[in-house]
């Protein structure tokens, strides 16, 4: 059993669409990363967070310590949104990142 | 600022041969993770060098290396190439710890032939 699990593994969406890709986690953290990989491979780093909630342009991430849960939504998607998003964490002062099988998304016009 | 950047792009080689790959960490990173990437395995954590010293190693044969230079440039170095060994690699630089956050580079695409 992967210890990062996302849902879904495939997301097809109208533009426009609100979205959301969920990731759940099975042990403590300190940081739990949003990426982002398009066709081609180069990985942007979206978000770190360790608590609460993160905002950027049409991007939305939050987490749940408590219950081990963390969320990624796109408001307003677009085509361009489309990608592979993954989420991985890290734990104590390890810099060894834990990662999930990722969340493919394509946005239509 | 310049990004992270992996040298080559991409790279074939022969079954038992080896293989370095180079990886230059933004200025004034001093951390440098390596990650392999493959359809069946997924993202898989390598190891990380900080100040010349690796500092975290996953779960990978001794045939996979690497060191880091005193200027934080980083090489990973793959022994007696396997075919699963095909992969994309990808590296990552951050200030100090993983909640600093990090940058990836654009990979080096390793196929074995």
């Known amino acids: 059993k992967n210890e990062v699990e996302q849902s879904p593994q495939n997301l097809t969406a109208q533009e426009g669409e609100f979205i959301t890709i969920n990731c759940s986690y099975s042990v403590g953290i300190s940081a739990l990363h949003w990426l982002q990989q398009h066709p081609g491979g180069g990985i942007v780093s979206l978000f770190m967070?360790?608590?609460g909630k993160k905002k950027h342009g049409r991007l939305i991430a939050t987490i749940n310590i408590q219950e081990k849960h963390s969320s990624l939504h796109i408001t307003a998607s677009h085509p361009r949104d489309s990608a592979v998003y993954i989420c991985a964490y890290a734990t104590g002062t390890a810099s060894k990142l834990t990662f999930g099988t990722g969340t493919r998304l394509q946005v239509t016009l | 600022k310049a990004g992270v950047t992996q040298t080559p792009r991409y790279l074939i080689k022969t079954r038992g041969q080896q293989v370095t790959l180079s990886c230059s960490p933004i200025?004034?990173?001093?951390?440098v993770s390596w990650y392999q990437q493959t359809p069946g395995q997924g993202l898989q954590f390598l190891f990380e060098y900080f100040s010349e010293t690796q500092r975290n190693k996953g779960n990978f044969p001794g045939r996979f290396s690497g060191r880091q230079f005193s200027n934080s440039r980083s090489e990973m170095n793959v022994s007696t190439l396997e075919l699963g060994d095909s992969a994309l690699y990808l590296c990552?630089?951050?200030?100090?710890?993983?909640?600093?956050?990090?940058?990836f580079g654009s990979g080096t695409r390793l196929t074995v032939v």
């Open positions: 967070l360790s608590s």
């Open positions: 990552a630089s951050s200030r100090d710890r993983a909640d600093y956050g990090y940058t």
């Open positions: 200025s004034g990173h001093r951390s």
